[in-house]
């Protein structure tokens, strides 16, 4: 009799689980071309140094698909000066545009170890780091270090994510530490839900 609460137990599990997988979305990503202006504004800039004082992203472009909406980048992003070699920490908090303003989702990430973090498997920015030649992905990378991106696409499918209220244009501020800097950069995407 006393196994009779774990099954009962177990089997509520099951149709959690069965619901949670019914409710699961597909997301289409589509990175804007506005993140190629990667600098936060004065107000959620929290940094002590500007992104483009250590990233040169001017060797950068893309050019636009047939479908005028996915977008291929290419170009060399180039360290400009030394980065220590402590961990490097991310905040990234999430806004939405809705009537002519910027507001917060609750979603943000946060890793105590960025460079642990960006080769992960499991991460968000996976599909962007794998294109990247793995002889280059060097973290923390030295002055002069240089990334290369060949045709990468501003376009990508998330696959069977739990239904979380993400849809519309986002914009993603990206805090990046370590003990001597903090810098800020900014991503700009739109979501749909398939």
């Given at each position: 009799m006393e196994q009779l609460p774990q099954v009962k137990w177990y089997i509520s599990l099951l149709v959690i689980l069965r619901i949670a997988?019914?409710?699961?979305?597909?997301?289409?990503?589509?990175?804007?071309?506005?993140?190629?202006?990667?600098?936060?504004?004065?107000?959620?800039?929290?940094?002590?140094?500007?992104?483009?004082?250590?990233?040169?992203?001017?060797?950068?472009?893309?050019?636009?698909?047939?479908?005028?909406?996915?977008l291929y980048y290419s170009g060399d992003i180039k360290v400009l000066l030394d980065i220590p070699h402590t961990p490097i920490t991310l905040q990234l908090?999430?806004?939405?545009?809705?009537?002519s303003e910027w507001l917060p989702i609750p979603l943000s990430i946060k890793r105590d170890n960025f460079c642990?973090?960006?080769?992960?498997?499991?991460?968000?920015?996976?599909?962007?780091?794998?294109?990247?030649?793995?002889?280059?992905?060097?973290?923390?990378?030295?002055?002069?270090?240089?990334?290369?991106?060949?045709?990468?696409?501003?376009?990508?499918?998330?696959?069977?994510?739990?239904?979380?209220?993400?849809?519309?244009?986002?914009k993603a501020v990206v805090h990046l530490s370590t003990d001597q800097y903090k810098t800020c950069m900014v991503v700009f995407v739109k979501v749909y839900a398939n």
């Open positions: 997988i019914c409710i699961s979305v597909n997301y289409e990503i589509i990175g804007d071309e506005k993140t190629m202006a990667i600098e936060c504004n004065g107000m959620e800039n929290e940094g002590n140094i500007q992104v483009r004082q250590i990233l040169d992203i001017s060797d950068v472009h893309f050019v636009i698909a047939d479908d005028l909406e996915t908090d999430v806004f939405r545009w809705v009537r642990q973090a960006l080769l992960d498997p499991w991460e968000l920015w996976h599909p962007v780091v794998r294109e990247i030649p793995k002889s280059q992905l060097k973290c923390p990378p030295n002055k002069s270090h240089v990334y290369s991106l060949r045709n990468i696409s501003n376009h990508l499918f998330v696959n069977n994510m739990p239904s979380v209220d993400i849809v519309g244009d986002l």
